[in-house]
């Protein structure tokens, strides 16, 4: 099932690409919950992190070193990386997605 993301990821709708290869593309969240708020997404079209295959795992893993590449990239030194898992977490989009927030102090527990 093609969500928002997967036309993000095709050129369908536009988006501010901050990050790409061959495993995912990280572009700006159009509604930033801080000063830097990024979507890092995979190209394989995962719906939920709970439905990450055991072969996903290494794809994961080096998504998650991209995220704090990114995260650096953008002069963060502390940063918040957040996977929504299903709609009662606040996931809206399924397209697994982690979220790299930060550029100001960050509050414990989230909403
Ligand atoms: P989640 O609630 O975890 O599924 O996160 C979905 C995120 O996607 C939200 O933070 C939205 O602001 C963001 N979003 C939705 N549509 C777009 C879009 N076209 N471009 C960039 N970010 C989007």
Same mark, same amino acid.
């Given at each position: 099932?093609? /969500?928002?993301?997967?036309? =993000?990821?095709?050129?369908? &709708?536009?988006?501010?690409?901050?990050?790409?290869? %061959? $495993?995912?593309?990280?572009?700006?969240d159009?509604?930033?919950q801080a000063? /830097?708020h990024i979507l890092l =997404?995979?190209?394989?079209? &995962?719906?939920?992190l709970?439905?990450?295959?055991? %072969? $996903?795992?290494?794809?994961?893993?080096?998504?998650m070193?991209?995220a704090?590449?990114?995260?650096?990239?953008?002069?963060?030194?502390?940063a918040r990386y957040v996977i929504n898992d299903?709609?009662?977490a606040g996931q809206?989009?399924?397209?697994?997605h982690i979220h790299i927030i930060g550029?100001?102090?960050l509050?414990w527990p989230p909403g």
């Amino acid at each position: 099932m093609s /969500t928002i993301f997967g036309r =993000i990821l095709n050129g369908e &709708i536009p988006a501010t690409r901050v990050w790409e290869d %061959e $495993d995912g593309v990280a572009f700006r969240d159009v509604n930033p919950q801080a000063p /830097t708020h990024i979507l890092l =997404i995979p190209r394989k079209p &995962i719906a939920r992190l709970s439905e990450m295959a055991a %072969e $996903d795992a290494p794809l994961i893993g080096r998504l998650m070193h991209a995220a704090t590449q990114i995260a650096a990239q953008e002069g963060l030194t502390d940063a918040r990386y957040v996977i929504n898992d299903g709609a009662g977490a606040g996931q809206t989009v399924f397209h697994l997605h982690i979220h790299i927030i930060g550029g100001r102090d960050l509050g414990w527990p989230p909403g």
